[in-house]
């Protein structure tokens, strides 16, 4: 049972989980104060202002403190409806909000990623060169997928040789617009295990974005589009490669249906999410790997926030690592600290995310490895991104460099 | 409220980034792990000794209170701002100055995390041995303004134990310094003792010199549990009473223990009455011995169980559980009020059951945890401040339960410090005389009283 503001002891144990405060070492950021300012503005002793808005800003909806939380408090969910009520009160970005549109409808999401592309192609070098977006140089973001990562997809993708059963696969939109080896990877190592994989056509935004800025009535249509497009049925699982959307899927999706007709739904679909390493570990006897070759690939893996907090992933991903031929994993010893990228926090609060990069970086050029994979997509852009160009390591989602281990 | 021109002051002093006045930022300094509140009028994070000076002399001119704030971790109120004025944030002065294992010390700032301590440490295996259940978020500077203890204090003793040299700034801005980096050191005054709890009421902190210990080679840490609890606080007199002294015995009631298996779910068993975390440490040979002492002392006051952590993440766990402690009552009840009365260690069993006993006689919720083998006990009672008539059984159940520890030979605290929450039980333990030359320190080197105001001194 999640606790509600009333039960914060204030004990401050959270300020040690959390990443922002270790960087900016002032309580007003801390969750603990966080929960205090709610409470005080909810008891009306403390005015809703600009100022109380960027302190509510600066997270990175990370779920750490929640973790470390002894006495069982939701933050989530507080700060998602405090950052409602801040919106509510004082407007949002134009940027924000432009995200919130594209991302509201799915058929603006593809119209406004082509747009895009053009953009990037129409960007002129000395630009890109010296302009940041957030903290990440222009030039260092991703080229978008030549076509969304859905549309050159069956919707029900017959699996390898004898079926084992069958999956949905929840793509999410960095999968579909941006990522698209991460999703064939998964589309190949499901199939190469023998499941039929399901890529429902009406799956849209999984909301996360729009919930964490405030725009629950934008994300709600969003959602019950979800709840209606992943309909389980019989199959084995819902698979998401990114444990934010799986997070939204099992945890917030049956908490805000939680009075609608639709709960029953949201809570059976939510009841069979899980994370593609969690699904690949549980049957890795389906897997049959390349044993070929005496140069392994050395490898590390940075544990996004959302997978260390919400699923068991992260602790997959290593164990799979660990076991894989041809591979030397290397763990690193700041696997679990945050990189800064939070959704758009590295895009809000550039300064932090920079030196939570920066710690991150010097560690993994100690190690010297050929790939740095994370499972998260913010957390690629954001590592790729500031990456060097004499760095030579590739960061990849696991499940590419999983893909990539099989025995074709 | 604060004077523009002592605003402007303390800008140009620390810049306007480390000056906070906005409602919103004040809101978050008004507190600590306490239940009492009051609001700064400014807060300001210096980065330098010098920097501390200035503010000091600037505060003393114009007569406003100084509070100084670590990570506001404390249990008792300390940091708490109650005649407003200046909070005086050290959470940015973080900086590990030295550290040098061959010698035995490190050179900190007041902001430095206990736990970066001991990670900064650990590859020379050398480790700083108070272990406050905040070690992971308090700082050095409020450890040793607060005296802190910690688990591991039974052996090793408390942060007084370690100080070996300090910087301070007092009130006139004049900065002083103290002892050195020697281990041995009698120079003049011990002023580390006197500074050691004086909870910012004497000085402000910059800078500490602290003893460092080499890790001990061996550390085996086992869990027992016991049908009742009087058995359990019994087993922790004999222990102690035959000559062992474990690095650590932490004694658990049933709430206490299924308040823990509640939030961290260790298969901890919810029906023994009475358990024991006990760490021994040393030399691995020496730990053997110990360890079947130890069982053989259980064994005699009727333990049901005795497991041993038989890894480093086992027993990384069951600390982690202990340290959550106080967060997970938090669960019980909006309000928590955790003490630390310290007998000793031979009154454990009759504090116990004269804690029970109040509890019972006031209808409260009391769970007892307690660093036994050191006396000290953690009774926490768990009630919503709200509900008037509770809150009154809540106060007087504290009263009697000080009133208790002190005809026990006991006294207020054992690691905790005085703060708001038991400023008005010192005349139980020292006379007026007493008071009052505590009174004449403080008069002597604070004149103007702006120095931590409204607390015990």
Redesign the interface.
Known sequence: MK?GL????????C??ACPVYGIL????V?PR?KL??IK?HDNKS??S?Q??KE?VSRCLMCGSCAAA????IDHYSKFMEMRKQMVADHGESPAIKSMIYLLGREYRLKFGTGLAKTGQKMIPDALARSFKLGNIPIKNFPTLNPKPFRTQQEVIVPAAGDPVGSVIYFTGCATNYLYEDAGKATIGVLQHMGYQVIIPEKQCCCSVPMLFHGAQDQAMSNIRANIEALDPGDVEAIIVDCSTCGEALENEYPKLMEQGDDHAAATQIASKVTHIFSFVNDHMDLLTFDTAGDNPSTVTYHAPCHTRNNSQGHLAVESILKQLPNTDYRPSPDRDQCCGGGGTFFYEHPQVAGEMMAQKLTSVRNMEVDYWVTDCPVCRLNLAGNLEPQDTMQVVHPITFLYNALKA | MLSTQLKNQLIEIVGDQGVLDQPEQLACYAYDAFIEEALPDVVVFPKSTADVSQILKAASKAGVPVTGRGAGTSVCGAPVPVRQGIVMGFSKMDKIIEVNTRDRYVVVQPGVVNADIQRALAPFGFFYPPDPGSMNTSTIGGNIALNAGGPRCLKYGVTVDYVLGLEVVLASGEIIRFGSKNVKDVTGYKLSSLFCGSEGTLGIITEAILKVMPKPEAVRTLMVTFGDLDSTAKAVTDIIGSGIIPAAMELMDQMTLNAIEDAAGLGLDRKAAGSLLIEIDGVAEACDKQLKQIVEKVNENGAIKIEEAATDIERERLWTARRSAYGVFAKIAPDILSEDVTVPVSQVPEMIRTINDIGERYDLTIGVLAHAGDGNMHPMIAADRSDKAQWEKVERAFTEIFQAAVRLGGTLSGEHGIGLAKSAFIPLVMNRETVSFMKKIKQAVDPGQILNPGKFV
Do not use: D, W
């Open positions: 606790q009333q039960n914060c002891g204030k004990c401050g144990l300020l040690s070492k002032e309580e007003q801390s104060a205090q300012l005080s403390l005015e202002t100022g109380l302190i939380c002894p006495a069982g």
